[in-house]
């Protein structure tokens, strides 16, 4: 983790550097003074005080907008875990063999739920297009179908369309912060 707690002054806070040599944020040694930003991590170590400042609040502001992102993916997942359940529920009443593929639906959705901790994207964009088809399917047999629970739908539809832009905003704001 960088040390950003320096004194504050000025409604900031200052930054010292005691040895050149080692980078201010990521501690990378052996920096030269020709070397302007840090090769490691893009510092500006022997930039002005207002250019470290500004690398430092940037580098906040990603650290703090991968939090989010990352929000948004979990909350994409727990819907995939709510539409199991209500799915599930749907399917109560029917006979057992209603019973069974609404049962087989729902571990469908629970697996792609799972898989979206290791493998956050094809998983969430499977649920999507799964769910996308199914209600479609649904849909034709029975219109009614589709307005049931409409709000459900669309905060479903919404949440998953969230997290899988979360998941391409985690990766371009990881790359922009290596550490
Ligand atoms: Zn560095």
Redesign the pocket.
Known sequence: MANTTGNRYRGGWQIIIKDRSI?Y??K?EGLKPENKY?P????P?NGTDQEQRKFIIDFRKKKSAIREAKTMVERGRNFLFIVAFLNFISFIGGGTVVLIIGGIISSIYVGLAFWSIRKPFPALLTGLIFYGVLNLFFGILAPMFLLSGIIWKIAIVVALLFALYSVKDIEKLQKETTL
């Open positions: 980078c944020h990521c990378q840090c490691n991590c893009g510092f170590q």
